[in-house]
Structures are given as C-alpha cells and as structure tokens.
C-alpha cells in the first residue's frame, strides 16, 4: 500500500477587511459577514479530499486545491459561514495527497471517511482519480461534489452520490468542431491517452466530427505517461490532416505540441484539451502554441454571474488577489463544486445526507461559473462548453458565438 501524507486541515479566519475589499463579493444583503470576524460559528461542517500534491496531475491538483481555498476563504470570512436554518457553521476541508494515483485516491478517500469523519465529499483532479474515491463514497453513502471528473463512463454506473458541475467529457469539443466545420474543415485524425476521461473525449469528438460533416482518418490511442508521442504524430503527418485533435491532460499537450513542431506536422487546427486554456502553456512553449485551440470549462471573461462571487470577472478578480495568479477553469471548477455543495446544505436546511442530495437534484443556480442543473445521472446539463484559442501569445475566447470575444482563426499559419 501506498504511504498516506498527513492530512492538512485548512480553516481561514484573518483577514476579514482585505476580503470584503475583494470584487468577488455579492451585495451587502446576501453576504452579510454576521458571526464570521469574531469566529462566533454553531459548529463545523467537514469537508474532505484526496488531490494531487505530487504526481503527473500536480499542476491540475495546485490549481484546483487553490480553487476549493478560494470558497473556503469566502464562505467563513465573507459569506458568515454555511447557514443551517438559524445556525451558522464555519466550513473545514481536510486534504490528503493521493501522489496522482488511483489506489492511493480510493485509499484516501476512505480514510476520510473513516478517520476525519468527514460530513461530505469533495471531488479529486481527473476521471481516473475521481472514479475510484466516488466508489468509495458510493459505498458509504456519503455526497461527492466535484468538478474534474468528467468521465462519461463514471455517470454510467447508478450512483446516487456523485454529482458533476462540469460540462461532461463527451461534449468536450462540440462547440470547437461546430466553429472548425463552418470555417472548412473536412478531415481530421485523433490521438488521446488510454484512460477515462481521454477516451470520452476522443469518442464525443469522433461523434461531432461525424456529425459535421468532417471524416475521421484515424484515431490513435496511447499509454498513460508515455513521453514520446512522434510515432502517433509522424504517421498523421503523413495523412495531412486538416484537423488534429489530442485528447489527454497538461502534460500530452506539451508532448502533442513539440512532437508536431519536431517533425513538420503542421495541420490547419490543432485541438487539445486541458493544455491550451491554461496561462502555463504559453509560458512554456512560446509562439509554438499560437494558434492552437482549446476546450474551457470557464473562463473570465464569459457572461455568467449569481448571487454568490458576483460575475465570472469578479470572481477571478477575488481569487487572483488571494493567490497572485489568475484562476484557470480547473480552479474556477473546484470553487463551482464546493459552493453548489454550500447551496443545496442551505436549501436543505440540513446536514443529512438524504436531505442534502435531495436539494442537489432539485438545484437550479445561476452562478459565476455558469448555470447549475443537474440531470439523473448528476451531470449538470446546463452549462455549454467554450472553446479558446492562445493568439499572440493570448487565451482568448473564440466559441461558442455567444460567448466570444474574438473571431476563430482557421486555417491558421
């Protein structure tokens, strides 16, 4: 068995002046700080995770831990804690390292459980991580709210515990391929990681290809953590491609990019998901990624606001004056399931679990990070996905149109 990190409780208190300063704040009516200075709270809710610290999903595990400690901060400095009735409770999140490791994440997960005593579950960075710790809380009945695990394959199982706030990961791409097929494309190939959630992604795209009209010469699938891609890239260089799209996580888009530079493979579109939508890309990569395209759960300058953080603006405003960086959607999400989770323990009126699993099926929010509904599964079937696309160096937001704020560039170079 893999060793288990200590756990790390993480509860905010200070700085109550400089946070309601912040722009992500609603008005004074909804976010009255009552109780929330002086400590003076009824009690604690628990909540739990298994995220990576180390691993091949550090980076995503950083960003989406800095994203659950942006709704920790504003709930019990800001918002007064998480309000049950008449009692207001200050919120706790104990976190483990599960090192990037599925074994590790389910072992956690019920050490969590059994150990803390954690009132609910939030959801670890990726599908493969997320499935085994949602079976874990599945068997203990215990609500798991999360937003990176967008496997298809995860909402297929009847589990009356998980539910995604996310877009599902077999509509990854659509509004991407929709832009790609009015600007001309017609033929495409795809590679993506053998795993959960890059697999879902490859067979959407393979369908809305399909669907518009863009034929398919092939489709590649390749291990988790391989580090030389050229073999896939080389053999679809050699088809000529108008389109490529590579399914997978921060790191396999790194490899697709530089595998496609080192041997000429220069398609019209390069589609990748994770990797372009976050500022680190370009940091690392430089012009190489001009030009390349994205799917994005969320990002700033998208049309969504609620009651709650004020606008997507606002929000990244607040979070970028806690953390120094600005938030990508991996943070924008995690914060989206820990407040979606905040809302249906308020509308519930209660901690219990059947009470509150009742309000998130019932759920329907506007929120900084889009609307939140939920179908039968537990996917939230309300929010549409964007598409970026890095131009000069960039992440801009070329589709859908009703969320754009430039023009799609395709063909590109």
Request: hydrophobic share 40%; with cysteine.
């Given at each position: 068995m ?5 756990a790390l409780?993480v509860?905010?208190f200070?700085g109550?002046?400089?946070?309601a300063?912040?722009?992500g704040?609603?008005d004074d ?5 009552t109780?929330a200075?002086?400590?003076e ?6 909540l ?10 550090a980076?995503e595990?950083k960003d ?11 709930v019990?400095e ?15 999140i104990?976190?483990y390292d ?6 590790t994440?389910?072992?956690v ?8 005593r954690?009132?609910f579950?939030?959801g ?7 499935a ?6 599945e068997?203990?009945?215990v609500?798991m709210?999360?937003?990176s695990?967008a496997s298809?394959a ?15 990961a077999?509509?990854y ?5 929709e832009?790609l097929?009015n600007?001309g494309?017609?033929?495409a190939?795809?590679?993506?990681e053998?795993a959960?959630?890059?697999t879902?992604?490859a067979?959407?795209?393979v369908?809305?290809?399909e669907?518009?009209?863009i034929?398919v010469?092939a489709?590649?699938?390749?291990p988790e953590?391989?580090q030389?891609v ?6 679809f260089?050699?088809l ?5 799209v590579?399914g ?10 530089n595998?496609?530079?080192?041997i000429?493979f220069?398609?019209?579109g390069?589609l990748i ?13 430089g012009r190489?990624?001009?030009?390349v395209?994205?799917p994005?759960?969320w990002?700033?300058?998208?049309a969504?606001?609620?009651?709650y953080?004020g ?10 004056s ?5 938030p990508?959607?991996?943070?924008a999400?995690a914060?989206?399931?820990?407040l979606?989770l905040?809302l ?9 679990t059947?009470?509150?699993r ?5 759920l329907s929010?506007?929120?900084f990070?889009g609307?939140?509904?939920f179908?039968e599964?537990g996917v ?5 996905m ?5 131009l000069?160096?960039e ?9 754009a704020?430039?023009?799609i ?5």
């Amino acid at each position: 068995m893999k060793r288990v990190g200590l756990a790390l409780t993480v509860v905010f208190f200070a700085g109550l002046a400089m946070l309601a300063a912040c722009s992500g704040t609603a008005d004074d009516s909804t976010d009255s700080p009552t109780g929330a200075a002086s400590g003076e709270f009824d009690g604690t809710i628990r909540l739990g995770t298994p995220l990576s610290e180390t691993g091949k999903f550090a980076v995503e595990g950083k960003d989406t831990r800095q994203g659950y400690d942006t709704w920790l901060r504003w709930v019990n400095e800001i918002h007064g804690g998480i309000r049950v009735g008449d009692q207001r409770y200050r919120a706790e999140i104990v976190y483990y390292d599960d090192e990037s490791d599925a074994d590790t994440a389910g072992n956690v997960t019920q050490r969590l459980i059994d150990d803390d005593r954690v009132d609910f579950l939030l959801g670890p960075y990726s599908s493969g991580l997320t499935a085994p710790a949602s079976a874990v809380a599945e068997d203990n009945n215990v609500l798991m709210v999360e937003g990176s695990g967008a496997s298809d394959a995860m909402f297929e199982r009847g589990f009356q515990n998980l539910f995604l706030v996310a877009t599902i990961a077999s509509d990854y791409t659509r509004s991407s391929i929709e832009a790609l097929a009015n600007r001309g494309a017609r033929t495409a190939v795809v590679a993506h990681e053998d795993a959960l959630f890059a697999t879902a992604v490859a067979e959407g795209a393979v369908r809305h290809l399909e669907a518009n009209g863009i034929d398919v010469l092939a489709v590649e699938a390749y291990p988790e953590g391989i580090q030389d891609v050229s073999a896939i890239m080389t053999e679809f260089r050699d088809l000529d491609p108008d389109l490529f799209v590579g399914g997978g996580h921060y790191n396999d888009a790194v490899l697709f990019v530089n595998s496609a530079r080192e041997i000429g493979f220069e398609p019209d579109g390069m589609l990748i998901t994770v990797g372009p939508s976050n500022p680190r890309l370009v940091d690392e990569l430089g012009r190489d990624v001009d030009g390349v395209l994205g799917p994005t759960q969320w990002e700033p300058s998208m049309a969504y606001s609620g009651p709650y953080f004020g606008t997507a603006t606002d929000y990244a405003g607040y979070y970028e004056s806690l953390w120094g960086e600005p938030p990508v959607y991996q943070a924008a999400s995690a914060t989206a399931a820990a407040l979606t989770l905040h809302l249906a323990i308020e509308a519930a009126g209660s901690i219990d679990t059947d009470a509150v699993r009742a309000a998130l099926r019932e759920l329907s929010a506007d929120t900084f990070y889009g609307p939140i509904n939920f179908d039968e599964r537990g996917v939230n079937t309300a929010k549409p996905m964007g598409t970026v696309q890095i131009l000069d160096g960039e992440i801009v937001v070329v589709a859908p149109a009703e969320a754009a704020t430039a023009q799609i560039q395709y063909p590109f170079g």
